[in-house]
């Protein structure tokens, strides 16, 4: 009978044998893997990095063939077919070395197109890169820059001055157009020759979120916005026409104090930006992410912060290395839109930071759960330069001072959720269309998309390529609802501070300053896990429940649709 035990075990034990083997093999591939990847995409990333800065062509052409080398080795055929053996043959069991197999096969599978197909990619989306670096609206015969066409459609009553500066930042469209076309065309390329119908459903389904369901959540979100947006609308064009003395019909792109009416017009009687003016937007946000507990200085130390000849106008934050080096990028100025912008970008850096220096995660792993997780710290972070409690505690403000404006400032980021939420939906649709058919009118598919969510009217005769104007359709595609995604759990994360941390209970005014326990929740369920979760699983770990917009709904008090 012992006999017969024994050699009942033995098929088990070989089997065992068998699996630990296999995923010690696969543990080699993946170590070797990361030794050679990873040097590629630091020195494509600071190539990058200095391409932005300086907008010198010599450094573009760096970041170029660096990323080309990047695409090569992720392009490598063999290694593919290892990955893709090891996936399906049903031994690995470890639930990391799953994760991580999972996680670096869908880099690989981007990539295994032709060759040739994806450097003409690289070598065309760099070369849209700096023309839109480069690219300067005029006014009367003058250079300006993004942030003075953004001032002066904010400011001035000339309706003739507003029209002639949107009109000349408008003309990037046609300096991009037939870049840009044939850069979608050649996306799609590389996703049907992959088995995905194009490139946008390819975008949505290898970073692990299904198409349908994000159409659907977005169809929500148009049901639950939708009232509300007209009535503020509807606010707007009245308040508009008297400020810019034309008839409510007559009101135009122009008269809605932004580039693309994608942030909220200055409805309510409150200047914010006063309270911003000749104040230090570094010192402001460091002191604030120390006051939770989270040190933001080695990352400041190494970004660019202020705006210079030739630089990228926009601003973004990008991990250098996966070890640390994590730099941001903006242009700032002294107002509310840049204090909330580098709130916004060092929550992205603090997010990369953490994950990036816990050493227990793998390298393949040392990233947020999901781009719309890094969004969502971002925004949550983001929001409080309207917040008067949390300008209050960090600008010094008077309690006479913050009542004053408390009412306005909590209507001015209800509108802003409203106006952007409509502004995703213009962008998200678009881009489904576009690359569906990259052949059909895009000029009309735009001005439709604008004119239904954003209620825009689109002036009388224009055919112009107006959504080639924004960088984010050309050179980071397939994203803009990750922004959306991102808010709705910035609000499931902020109803899970005030009731489990601050206790506050008070999702209109908690602004989060001076509790260290709110840094460490986040840097303990939020930062550190980087991919180890798939996101869906990673949001309930971390906050107890699912993905849900409840909370939004809840904390910018719109009607849910029953």
Known sequence: MKILFLSLLLPAAVLITSSNNKEMELKELLTKIENEVKPLRTESNIAMWNGSISGNEEDFAKSA???????????DKEIFSQLKSFKESGKIKDPVL??????????????????????????KSTNLERMYGEYRASLNGKSITDNDVENILRTSTDNN??????????????????????LVKMR?????????????SMSLE???????????????LDSLTRDAFSQLKDEMDEA?????????????????????????PNLYPIDIDKFYEGKNLEKLTADFYHSIGLDINKMMSKSSLYPQEGKNQHAFCIDIDGDGDVRVLCNLASNEQWMGTMLHEFGHAIYAQTH?????????????????TTEAVAMIFGRLSRNAAWMQKSLGLTDEQKESIEEECFKS???????????????????????????????????NLVEKYQQIRKPEGRNEPDYATKIHIALYPCYYHNYQLGEIFASQMHNYIVTNISKSNDMKNECYCGNKEIGKWMSEKIFSPGMLLEWDKFIENATGERLTAKYYAEQFEFDVAE
């Not at 104090?257 to 994608?262: A, D, E, K």
């Not at 990036?356 to 719309?372: C, G, M, Q, V």
């Not at 939420?421 to 649709?429: G, H, I, L, T």
């Open 65 to 75: 063939q660096a990323q080309e080398k990047v695409t090569a080795y992720l392009s």
């Open 98 to 123: 799953v994760r991580q197999l999972d996680v670096v096969y869908n880099q690989f599978l981007a990539n295994q197109a032709d060759i040739a197909l994806l450097n003409k990619i690289i070598s």
């Open 161 to 182: 001055e507003l029209k002639a500066v949107w009109e000349s930042h408008k003309g990037i469209g046609r300096v991009v157009e037939k870049e840009l076309i044939e």
């Open 188 to 200: 799609n390329q590389v996703a049907q020759s992959l088995g995905f119908d194009n490139y946008h």
């Open 206 to 220: 290898l970073s692990g979120q299904d198409p349908k369901q994000i159409t659907a959540i977005l169809d929500e």
């Open 240 to 264: 508009f026409a008297k400020r810019y003395k034309v008839k409510r019909e007559e009101l135009m792109p122009w008269h809605y104090q932004g580039r693309y009416f994608q942030e909220a």
């Open 356 to 372: 990036d220096e816990n050493r227990s995660l793998p390298y393949s792993l040392r990233d947020a759960a999901h781009i719309f």
């Open 413 to 447: 980021l209800r509108l802003q959720q409203v106006v952007f939420s409509r502004w995703v939906q213009v962008v998200y649709r678009f881009e489904k269309e576009m690359y569906a058919n990259p052949d059909q009118d895009l000029n009309g598919l735009w001005w």
